[in-house]
């Protein structure tokens, strides 16, 4: 453990189904009291309903936040798929004026926020402070095309190949959101969403990609894949451009941190990858249905969130229904699954 990069970690999972079926009505992030910081800010509504009920189901994310408050620590919040969509809602949610993320970490994710929101985003998290993190040809980053409604974020970390050192080479680009150099390119391979640094199913441990594993989560999931190589590497890498890094920072923790560390952690069936550390897991997880129903498992630390965090989420998650016409009879209920950590770096879950 590296002690200045200790954080509380809030960690969102995906749903390959939503994911694939994703809808692109943008709505307006006023609704998180963003009016003042960030006008005319929007995010992908499906997404954005999804964090809302998350947030409301977890009392404003309690026991994360009695945790930042004991111990001091950095908060940071990642996710994978639309669960990476998620955790960049909840770092403009959590950041700017109200000062409580420093950090966030999203892999896998189409856009999010319209162009607006992404220019505030890019703003208040700097150079290593965010990282929009892609795998060899994963082709959700282009799930939902550039346009007036909906741009790509700082800063873009691309992952290929293997690296007998890091155990995956990458590509940096600190400036320029949409810069190809830092994406994937086509032919897209929809398997390679399912590997970063780890087979999906390999909690706490690094391998080489084999296809095979993810073709087998998939078929798990009625999805037919057709059959295969076991090993696989991006079949063509995006072209240079400026504004770009050969070092990764964040990505180089020691593989000495690597353990099975997250075996006591209860886990949604989802499309959460790995990255290059893993973390020490010592809170709840928490799951919601598309009827909103709540599991959890048992978590160390917990207090009683204050009635106003409880009634702000309320307001969120009313205003949000009136403006995109959806409530508790219609929820989105994109899954999250919530993780207090103490950790360098990055987050590793399946």
């Known amino acids: 453990m590296i002690p200045e990069m ?26 998180l009291g963003l009016a003042g910081e960030c006008p005319g800010c929007r995010a992908n509504a499906f997404a954005l309903q999804g964090y809302l009920e ?37 770092a403009l949610d959590l950041g700017g004026s109200r000062n409580v993320s420093k950090f966030i970490h999203a892999y896998g994710n189409p856009r999010t926020f319209n162009p607006a929101a992404a220019a505030y985003y890019n703003r208040i998290y700097g150079g290593d402070m965010t990282e929009q993190g892609y795998g060899n040809a994963d082709p959700f980053a282009h ?37 190809p150099y830092c994406k994937p390119a086509a032919p897209y391979n929809e398997l390679d969403h399912f590997y970063l640094f780890t087979n999906v199913g390999h909690c706490g441990r690094t391998h080489r990609q084999n296809q095979t594993v993810a073709a087998q989560y998939l078929a798990s999931l009625g999805v037919n894949v057709p059959d295969t190589d076991t090993t696989a590497v991006p079949s063509s ?51 919601l249905s598309r009827s909103s129903s709540v599991t959890a ?54």
Request: proline share 3%; glycine share 8%; with cysteine.
């Open 6 to 31: 200790d954080k509380v970690v809030l960690v969102f999972t995906g749903d390959y189904w939503k994911l694939k079926n994703l809808p692109t009505e943008t709505a307006s992030l006023d609704v």
């Open 54 to 90: 998350a947030k409301e189901a977890t009392n404003g994310f309690e026991q994360g936040m009695q945790r930042w408050r004991d111990t001091g620590l950095w908060w940071s919040q990642t996710g994978h798929g639309l669960g990476g969509m998620l955790s960049l809602i909840a």
């Open 143 to 179: 799930q939902i095309p550039a346009s007036d409604e909906y741009a790509h974020i700082n800063t873009g970390f691309y992952y290929y190949g293997w690296d007998d050192t890091y155990k995956m080479n990458h590509r940096v680009c600190y400036e320029g959101p949409e810069d």
């Open 237 to 287: 890498l995006p072209t240079s451009t400026d504004n770009l890094s050969s070092t990764a920072p964040n990505a180089t923790a020691s593989i000495a941190q690597v353990g099975d560390t997250a075996s006591n952690a209860t886990l949604v069936a989802s499309d959460v990858t790995s990255t290059a550390t893993t973390v020490l897991v010592s809170s709840a997880t928490l799951a």
């Open 297 to 350: 498992a048992s978590a160390a630390g917990s207090s009683s969130a204050t009635a106003g965090v409880r009634n702000a989420a309320n307001a969120d998650q009313a205003n949000l229904a009136a403006a995109t016409g959806t409530g508790s009879a219609g929820r989105l209920a994109a899954p999250v699954t919530v993780f207090v950590t103490l950790a360098a770096a990055f987050v590793s879950l399946f």
